[in-house]
């Protein structure tokens, strides 16, 4: 995604991407959009845990969409108008969530935790929006916000013959790799400058498609409306990922082009009554990553390094920031989006680790995969695919010997903050700039230079103290993690202890001013050096050694998904074809009922309704997490306490699907995803619908809530209608 | 210390033992007693850091005092009656801490830190004791503490010559720790039985000699006072090891004997003015552990290995608890304690990892050592001395590659939680205790059979949910750390998922029941068997393993032992007799001034007053954990303000000390050691008094506080005049 998120993805996606939202990883490939995303088995999850022959499973493209299982199913005509519509009026959030347009006057309706980073960045001491909430009754009073993208897909191009034309079977790995980024740079180029839309080549099914996908940047958006955080995240850590809730999750902004609303061809209708129970509704939003294809050895490192990894790193990072945040409430205020994003990931990631060491999940999955290769043994013609395996697991060792010290290196994971990878962009941007196109590191490509120089430029406040304690914590871990007599590490903390060399580099450091990262881009490797900046020293001092290790990493992966894409043919050959791939992080549509669900032999009902808030508040004395707003509490009288609240689904939601609508047979909006329930954290490897759940906000009470706490009768008429008043 | 806690030592030194108290260990000794306490270098320190070349160093034995010292810094003339009256008035508690006699009817005063434990175990849901606190008015409203054991030092006898006797230099390691084992045993029970007192050997200098401790038992202890836990721990986490400070940290038991208040002969006189800020003033208590003598091989295995893994299990049980506290009031009441200890202990060893990591300190430490080995080598007679340190280096090795499994399997820290322990001492009683008693573990030795019994029969409550998030969350740990395909994992998940496991475990033990416990202990191995528990069972199918585990480290512990002991021996040669040893929560006697400190070119003064709580309060809108009991907000107006409140001094502390008493030249009780400020927990590795600071409340805050706030009178009284009012 952007370049300077490269380097400091693990931090972004602490911060940005919630569940349902993106997951934090200690990450194995250098891209989210083209790494290690498979072919998955909708025979294996279906049998194995929902233990019905048609379960409300998918997450399907929109140009692939489960016409067929819907019609049989639900009796429901998927229409090409009913599609269009809902696809253009969704809207993917790049740094991390969905939305949907409710107002033809461009209005975006999301999660609260989805515009939490936006809200982090407007705010100052003085006026902390995250937590007290904001509301623009004109235009005028909407406020923009610092390097937020939305994008609206448009269209999908499949491409795949052209890439596997490019990659001929006889090249090397690292051949193939080079080739393949080379063809995918050119084919975005050229979609960039033929239709000035934003165009990403995604690889589906793992090597089994390759599609182009062509959305429509907004980057001018504009706050309107957040409620209080203590709502919008009512019950916080505790209640996250548990059911019955009772939270106001939501968000709008309003999306400009040329200083004016935009005008939108697609936006979804409000429904009068919402979400009923047993009905049929659809989610349409970008679950993030799943891993539902991966081999049982993927599995296993999964499960036996990656998760006890980074659950280490995350608990380690949640009582760092946490302890810092309780000193005063100015710390609190900067670190909360990322201590929220941290303890957000590491429960998420806590639930998909206790299902990887279920017995009953991987047993099934073990079991699939070898009737899967007993069967391919007896088939001649699909030799390869069989041996396929066996090159799984090879690179797979690769790269368990060489990932941790990636992660910690090129990941990023080393330095934690902002500052490091602004300089490590600045310093990349100035040796890559110059090269032909095609043969730049991926996020230097000219198709990403927009998203590139709006996240690179960003005038997101940094605080000094706040990067000291970052990096000098992760110095620490860097050190821990390599090893103190490590060369690398020697010469990283530079005689000194990690926290006195993180004060020296943050204090040493220039890149937190954006007008000398303008220059210092612009100037390109020769002003880079003669800025002579202590941070960006650090990182070239380290970039050899992490680009080589990237470059490892990379042709591990290419093997990988070579001999994914031959399991994926072998697998359509026998009759896989009439399903999804897994999620990559664009649209998709899923669908399912409002349903409830039995737990330790109680049934929890579909729907919580507005009373309940009030009751959960005094069962805790209404103590934090559990406190109320102020306006909740004077306005109780006047609410209608029945008015539905939150409620539950069989949809097959992920990461990512955060801010996803909800809508009904008629395509109306009637819910926001916001969650999933403990139980769902499972369906990063398989689905099940006896307990998991997809969590929603209804749409009575959003505007229950406007109206009656929030006194914003003209959000309540431009939902209802529309149209903006003028 | 006590059996049962050798298996649950971890959670045990969690739970009980603060800083100023003993710190959590990846432990790597079977004891906490005689293992690895070094001979300490004053000159090393002294030159190192403080730059003075006499600092108010040291952690003094008794029978060892600093009487020319302090002649010569502060002229001050040390006696054998003020020294007899002073550990007589000390009071050590067994579950981690210290304290003093206060009045002549065995009133004793220590922090409410260390009583929290006590006071937790006899909290209810309906009467939280430990977060509300607690008053009785009258003898008869005093309650009786769960297994809370106090000694009182009586005799310290020099049994180095015997030890030395038994154990002949041509003995394996394994032959040696065995003999050893067994005269310390013999001598332990033979005290016992002459002198009715409890007798411990204690290794000091690590061999350079070996003390024989008699103390008095208390095991009548009943609860008198506690403030409330907000005003006890005002500040919490974020304002731990801080300064300045407020924080009323005391809690005040009674002493019976016979069912009577006991008579005591020795108690401290209140002071009536309390410490003055450059006063001399002296700490008498039970420093828990330093590492002060360890070679830089085993410091960089703490630096490398041991603090890492330690940090990263208490961060991880700090999230666990943290975020099952959240989910109910009952759960943090339940919790809260454990997450104050983890809390406690997480920023104690943050801070100390952070010591070693600083080259300024382990640059010293390599070139003393250097410099010594360089001494050695040119005198013959100490060439025993000299191959030492590689015979340390030979030892540290076989640890380094079987502490990990020892840690998780005999350590039990891969089981966490109450009833594992319980289920395992059961066991293993009924094998050991018809062995001779030099031939037991040392736990089951007849010697420890009065404190094993007050351990294994406590009636302290157990709740089996909190024993399934804790078991489960260990089971998971230990998964992780030993792989899911070690055969000994497998067999402890018996096919099931971690989760599933401790939820089969928890339900299908009894052993909670404390009278099904004095069965199976009376009945011995047969009964044990016949039980058919499914916890016993657990412990037992890992039981050789785990015992194996135990002998290979005990052994290299011994050859480390031993060459310590040579090491020892050269440097007494050379001369450095003169000295005190590292730590081993035996008294010790401590002096320095009442003295601020700078921080970031700031003055911090010397004493806060009770009107800075109020203010420190308001900076943070009284939210918790800045918030204020109702009857400090209630009474502050009849306070008066100016009223010293905290204070810090230059007195050389560590985990342990926390509750001992503070008092004057003429030996008056002045204040109680509460913590040490963040520079203090380098203290561990080497004494500094730049920064370095104990923390005690102020004596006359604690009196203020009685009187106005608590409306204790008769409590007053009996601290001014030391009588109790019949």
Same mark, same amino acid.
């Given at each position: 995604m952007e370049p300077v998120e &490269?380097?400091?993805?693990? $931090?972004?996606?602490?911060?940005?991407?919630?569940?349902?939202?993106?997951?934090?990883?200690?990450?194995?490939?250098?891209?989210?959009?083209?790494?290690?995303?498979?072919?998955?088995? #909708?025979t294996l999850a279906a049998a194995l845990i929902a233990g019905v022959s048609q379960a409300d499973e998918g997450m399907w493209l929109y140009s692939r969409p489960p016409r067929e299982l819907l019609r049989q199913k639900y009796n429901f005509e998927l229409t090409d108008p009913w599609l269009e519509h809902l696809q253009k009026s969704s809207v993917r959030f790049n740094s991390g969530g969905s939305g949907s347009f409710v107002s033809e006057d461009g209005l975006v309706i999301s999660n609260h935790h989805v515009g939490a980073d936006a809200l982090?960045?407007?705010?100052?001491?003085?006026?902390?929006?995250?937590?007290?909430?904001?509301?623009?009754?004109?235009?005028s009073e909407e406020i923009k916000c610092v390097d937020l993208e939305l994008n609206v897909l448009q269209e999908i191009e499949d491409v795949t013959t052209r890439v596997n034309l490019a990659v001929p079977a006889e090249l090397t790995p690292d051949e193939a790799f080079k080739a393949r980024r080379r063809v995918i740079s050119e084919m975005e180029k050229e979609s960039l400058d033929r239709t000035k839309l934003r165009s990403d080549v995604v690889t589906l099914y793992q090597g089994g498609a390759y599609h182009?996908?062509?959305?429509?940047?907004?980057?001018?958006?504009?706050?309107?409306?957040?409620? &209080?955080?203590?709502? /919008?995240?009512?019950?916080?850590? #505790?209640?996250?990922?548990?059911?019955?809730?009772?939270?106001?999750?939501?968000?709008?902004?309003?999306?400009? &082009?040329?200083?004016?609303?935009?005008?939108?061809?697609?936006?979804?209708?409000?429904?009068?009554s919402g979400a009923a129970e047993g009905e049929l509704t659809f989610v349409s939003g970008h679950p993030g990553r799943t891993e539902r294809s991966l081999t049982v050895t993927e599995l296993e490192y999964l499960r036996d390094l990656q998760f006890p990894a980074t659950l280490a790193r995350l608990k380690r990072l949640e009582v760092l920031l946490a302890a810092w945040s309780g000193r005063s409430e100015e710390n609190a205020r900067r670190a909360k989006d990322d201590l929220f994003g941290v303890q957000n990931s590491r429960k998420a990631r806590d639930g998909g680790h206790a299902g990887l060491y279920d017995p009953v999940i991987m047993g099934a999955k073990s079991r699939a995969e070898s009737e899967f290769r007993r069967r391919l043994a007896s088939l001649p013609e699909h030799a390869g695919a069989a041996a396929a395996f066996d090159r799984i697991a090879a690179a797979q060792g690769v790269i368990r010997q060489h990932r941790w010290r990636y992660t910690v290196l090129e990941g990023g994971q080393g330095f934690s903050g902002e500052l490091f990878g602004i300089a490590r962009t600045l310093l990349r941007a100035g040796e890559e700039r110059p090269k032909p196109n095609g043969e730049r590191l991926k996020e230097f490509g000219e198709a990403s230079r927009p998203s590139?120089?709006?996240?690179?430029?960003?005038?997101? #406040?940094?605080?000094?103290?706040?990067?000291?304690?970052?990096?000098? *914590?992760?110095?620490?871990?860097?050190?821990?993690?390599?090893?103190? =007599?490590?060369?690398?590490?020697?010469?990283?903390?530079?005689?000194?202890? #990690?926290?006195? !060399?993180?004060?020296?580099?943050?204090?040493?450091?220039?890149?937190?001013?954006?007008? $000398?990262?303008?220059?210092?881009?612009?100037?390109? /490797?020769?002003?880079?050096?003669?800025?002579?900046? $202590?941070?960006?020293?650090?990182?070239?001092?380290?970039?050899?050694?992490? !680009?080589?290790? !990237?470059?490892?990493?990379?042709?591990?992966?290419?093997?990988?998904?070579?001999?994914?894409?031959?399991?994926?043919?072998? !697998?359509?050959?026998? =009759?896989?074809?009439?399903?999804?791939?897994?999620?990559?992080?664009?649209?998709?549509?899923?669908? =399912? $009922?409002?349903?409830?669900?039995?737990?330790?032999?109680?049934?929890?009902?579909?729907?919580?309704?507005?009373?309940?808030?009030?009751?959960?508040?005094?069962?805790?004395?209404?103590?934090?997490?559990? *406190?109320?707003?102020?306006?909740?509490?004077?306005?109780?009288?006047?609410?209608?306490?029945?008015?539905?609240?939150n409620f539950v689904g069989t949809h097959d939601i992920i990461g990512g699907n955060s801010g996803s609508p909800v809508v009904n047979r008629a395509g109306e909006f009637v819910g926001i995803i916001f969650d999933g329930n403990l139980p769902s954290l499972l369906l990063d490897f398989a689905y099940e619908e006896v307990q998991a759940r997809s969590l929603s906000v209804h749409s009575a009470a959003i505007l229950e809530a406007l109206q009656t706490v929030y006194n914003a009768p003209e959000l309540v008429r431009e939902l209802r209608t529309g149209l903006r008043k003028k």
């Amino acid at each position: 995604m952007e370049p300077v998120e &490269e380097v400091q993805r693990e $931090l972004l996606r602490i911060r940005n991407l919630r569940l349902p939202s993106i997951r934090v990883d200690c990450t194995i490939g250098p891209s989210t959009m083209d790494t290690s995303f498979r072919f998955f088995l #909708p025979t294996l999850a279906a049998a194995l845990i929902a233990g019905v022959s048609q379960a409300d499973e998918g997450m399907w493209l929109y140009s692939r969409p489960p016409r067929e299982l819907l019609r049989q199913k639900y009796n429901f005509e998927l229409t090409d108008p009913w599609l269009e519509h809902l696809q253009k009026s969704s809207v993917r959030f790049n740094s991390g969530g969905s939305g949907s347009f409710v107002s033809e006057d461009g209005l975006v309706i999301s999660n609260h935790h989805v515009g939490a980073d936006a809200l982090q960045k407007v705010s100052t001491e003085a006026k902390n929006y995250l937590q007290d909430g904001f509301h623009a009754r004109t235009l005028s009073e909407e406020i923009k916000c610092v390097d937020l993208e939305l994008n609206v897909l448009q269209e999908i191009e499949d491409v795949t013959t052209r890439v596997n034309l490019a990659v001929p079977a006889e090249l090397t790995p690292d051949e193939a790799f080079k080739a393949r980024r080379r063809v995918i740079s050119e084919m975005e180029k050229e979609s960039l400058d033929r239709t000035k839309l934003r165009s990403d080549v995604v690889t589906l099914y793992q090597g089994g498609a390759y599609h182009l996908y062509r959305v429509k940047r907004y980057t001018d958006v504009r706050l309107v409306f957040a409620p &209080e955080q203590q709502i /919008a995240f009512f019950g916080g850590d #505790p209640d996250n990922f548990e059911f019955p809730r009772f939270d106001l999750d939501i968000c709008l902004f309003r999306v400009y &082009e040329n200083g004016q609303p935009v005008r939108v061809s697609h936006h979804l209708t409000w429904s009068k009554s919402g979400a009923a129970e047993g009905e049929l509704t659809f989610v349409s939003g970008h679950p993030g990553r799943t891993e539902r294809s991966l081999t049982v050895t993927e599995l296993e490192y999964l499960r036996d390094l990656q998760f006890p990894a980074t659950l280490a790193r995350l608990k380690r990072l949640e009582v760092l920031l946490a302890a810092w945040s309780g000193r005063s409430e100015e710390n609190a205020r900067r670190a909360k989006d990322d201590l929220f994003g941290v303890q957000n990931s590491r429960k998420a990631r806590d639930g998909g680790h206790a299902g990887l060491y279920d017995p009953v999940i991987m047993g099934a999955k073990s079991r699939a995969e070898s009737e899967f290769r007993r069967r391919l043994a007896s088939l001649p013609e699909h030799a390869g695919a069989a041996a396929a395996f066996d090159r799984i697991a090879a690179a797979q060792g690769v790269i368990r010997q060489h990932r941790w010290r990636y992660t910690v290196l090129e990941g990023g994971q080393g330095f934690s903050g902002e500052l490091f990878g602004i300089a490590r962009t600045l310093l990349r941007a100035g040796e890559e700039r110059p090269k032909p196109n095609g043969e730049r590191l991926k996020e230097f490509g000219e198709a990403s230079r927009p998203s590139l120089e709006l996240s690179l430029f960003s005038d997101q #406040p940094i605080y000094p103290d706040y990067e000291i304690l970052r990096l000098s *914590d992760s110095l620490t871990w860097l050190t821990e993690q390599l090893g103190y =007599g490590d060369p690398t590490v020697q010469k990283i903390l530079a005689g000194k202890s #990690p926290r006195a !060399r993180a004060v020296e580099l943050v204090q040493g450091t220039k890149v937190q001013d954006v007008a $000398l990262r303008k220059k210092l881009f612009e100037g390109g /490797a020769g002003a880079v050096t003669a800025a002579n900046d $202590l941070m960006i020293e650090l990182a070239r001092s380290i970039d050899a050694e992490a !680009r080589e290790l !990237r470059k490892t990493i990379e042709t591990q992966d290419e093997v990988k998904k070579q001999a994914h894409a031959a399991i994926s043919r072998a !697998r359509f050959a026998l =009759g896989g074809a009439d399903s999804y791939p897994d999620a990559t992080f664009t649209l998709r549509l899923a669908y =399912g $009922l409002v349903k409830g669900y039995e737990e330790n032999g109680q049934a929890v009902p579909a729907l919580t309704r507005i009373a309940g808030l009030y009751q959960r508040s005094a069962e805790h004395k209404n103590r934090p997490p559990f *406190d109320l707003p102020t306006r909740w509490v004077k306005r109780k009288s006047a609410l209608n306490l029945k008015t539905p609240f939150n409620f539950v689904g069989t949809h097959d939601i992920i990461g990512g699907n955060s801010g996803s609508p909800v809508v009904n047979r008629a395509g109306e909006f009637v819910g926001i995803i916001f969650d999933g329930n403990l139980p769902s954290l499972l369906l990063d490897f398989a689905y099940e619908e006896v307990q998991a759940r997809s969590l929603s906000v209804h749409s009575a009470a959003i505007l229950e809530a406007l109206q009656t706490v929030y006194n914003a009768p003209e959000l309540v008429r431009e939902l209802r209608t529309g149209l903006r008043k003028k």
